[in-house]
C-alpha cells in the first residue's frame, strides 16, 4: 500500500464513528510520513524551522498525529536524523562492493572515511543526532526505528549491522574497534583510543558547523585530516 493511500485511509478514520486499528503496514507508512515531511524541512529550511504544525503540514495530517508517534518534536528530529544514516549506509554497502576488504584495519579507516564524509556534509543533523539535548534516549530511539524499519540494513554484512543498531557514536566506533583488535585490547586501553577518537571527531563536526565548509574540496581536507587521527590512534593502539 502507498504512503498517500495510507494517509487517505488515516484520515477517514479519524473520523467521528470509522475508527479502526491501523495495521503494522500502514503505521509504517504514516511514521515514513511524517519522517519524510521531517527532511523536507531540515533541508530547506534547517533543524530551528521543524515545528509540529509545519511537519503535519507537509505530511497532509493533523498534528496531534504527530504526538501517537513521537513524544514531541525533538523526538521526532533525532527519529529523522537516524533516518539520515540510511543514505549513508547505502553508500557504505556500495564501497563494500566496490572492493572486497579483509583486513580490519583497512575495513574501520575506510567505514570511518564515508562516515567522516558524509558528517561533514551533514553536520548539523549529525551534531543533533549525536550530541542533542536528546541524546539520552538515542538507544531507545534507534531500537524503535529500526524495529519499524528493520530492512534498511539488509545489504550490509551482519557484524555492521549491529553497528548501526548502536546509540551513541562512542558505542559505535568502540564495536567497530573491538572488531579491529578481535577483542584482544585490554577494555581500559579500548576506551581510551576510543574516545581520543571520538573526541576529535567531535572537534572536527564542530568546525564544519562553523565554518559551514560544504564544499567538496573543504570536505576532503577534514576527512582526510580525520583519517590521519584515526591511523595515528590505531598504530597508539597497536604499541604494547
Known sequence: MSISETLKI???RTRPMTRRALTQEEKRNVTLALVQATRKILFTEGIDAVTIRKTAAHAQLNSATIYKYFSDI??????????????????????LK????EDSKELYLMIWKV??????QHADCLNYLFYGTHRHTLQDVTSYYYATFHDVLSDL???LQDMFRLGSIKDRNLELLSLVFDNKLEPKKLAVMGRLTIS???MMLNEAIKTGKTLDSNVDDMVEDMLYACEEVLSLASKK
Do not use: H, M
Not at 562516515?115 to 561533514?120: P, Q
Open 10 to 12: 488515516y484520515s477517514e
Open 74 to 95: 525533538e523526538e521526532l528530529i533525532l527519529f529523522t536524523c537516524i533516518d539520515l544514516l540510511r543514505d549513508y549506509a547505502e553508500i557504505l554497502s556500495q564501497e
Open 98 to 101: 566496490k572492493k572486497q576488504i
Open 115 to 120: 562516515f567522516s564524509k558524509f558528517s561533514f
Open 157 to 159: 554484512p551482519e557484524k
Open 200 to 202: 576529535y571527531y567531535q
